[in-house]
Nanobody, 129 residues
Framework: EVQLVESGGGLVQAGGSLRLSCAASGFTYGDDDIYAIGWFRQAPGKEREGVSCISISDGTTDYADSVKGRFTTSSDNAKNTVYLRLNSLKPEDTAVYYC???????????????????WGQGTQVTVSS
């Protein structure tokens, strides 16, 4: 069973940075199988939206337009961990951030969160103005 645990959220001022981590277990990064880890967020009263995705096998990434140039996702296969670096944070980035797993490449998972098979419990990011 795949399990994901997010960490690294917190309170930060606008313009600041955070790095979120998604520690995975139940599968091993770097196997011949193809996996993808996506980051999603949900603000109060809003639907969950995709933020980024990384295909573990080849490192290809995808980002939502709203975060391109500000957020960067990366993976450390030795640690079974995927990161999301959040730079130039804005108050509208405030949300609970979740990581999610799927077998296969990212494809359109950023646009379609339903493609994810397993989810973490989330970590709160709050950006003050």
């Amino acid at each position: 069973e795949v399990q994901l645990v997010e960490s690294g959220g917190g309170l930060v001022q606008a313009g600041g940075s955070l790095r979120l981590s998604c520690a995975a277990s139940g599968f091993t990064y770097g196997d011949d199988d193809i996996y993808a880890i996506g980051w999603f967020r949900q603000a109060p009263g809003k639907e969950r939206e995709g933020v980024s995705c990384i295909s573990i096998s080849d490192g290809t990434t995808d980002y939502a337009d709203s975060v391109k140039g500000r957020f960067t996702t990366s993976s450390d296969n030795a640690k079974n961990t995927v990161y999301l670096r959040l730079n130039s944070l804005k108050p509208e980035d405030t949300a609970v951030y979740y990581c999610a797993f799927r077998r296969g490449r990212c494809e359109v998972m950023v646009q379609m969160p339903a493609m994810a098979a397993s989810w973490g419990q989330g970590t709160q990011v709050t950006v003050s103005s």
